[in-house]
């Protein structure tokens, strides 16, 4: 059974720092593309960040550049989120997910991020 598991949310001040992290069972985690998506309350999900299953290829969404760092860790199966320099507007649920192809076959549960002004 897949399993991807977020962690490290919580309530931090903008301006400040979070790093969320997303533990992978049940799969081949050094052949899976990962990415990391969010979704605020009443918006439609977005895209955050992705990376190749080798680390080699990493891209990220508009909103989040060069504040957000993906990296990965295949021997521990578990890729990264590095948020800096937090906004109100990043406030949302963020998921990781999992990819052998075109799509993302596989979600965590999320883990909530809320930033105060």
């Known amino acids: 059974q897949v399993q991807l598991v977020e962690s490290g949310g919580g309530l931090v001040q903008a301006g400040g720092s979070l790093r969320l992290s997303c533990a992978a069972s049940?799969?081949?985690?050094?052949?899976?593309?990962m990415g990391w998506f969010r979704q605020a309350p009443g918006k439609e999900r977005q895209f955050v960040a992705g990376?190749?299953?080798?680390?080699?290829?990493?891209s990220y969404g508009d909103s989040v550049k060069g504040r957000f760092i993906i990296s990965r860790d295949n021997a521990k199966n578990t890729i990264y989120l590095q948020m800096n320099t937090l906004k109100s507007e990043d406030t949302a649920v963020f998921y990781c997910?999992?990819?052998?192809?075109?799509?993302?076959?596989?979600w965590g549960q999320g883990t909530q991020v809320t930033v105060s002004s």
């Open positions: 997910a999992a990819s052998r192809g075109f799509e993302f076959d596989y």
């Open positions: 990376i190749s299953w080798r680390g080699s290829s990493i």
């Open positions: 049940g799969l081949p985690f050094s052949s899976y593309r």
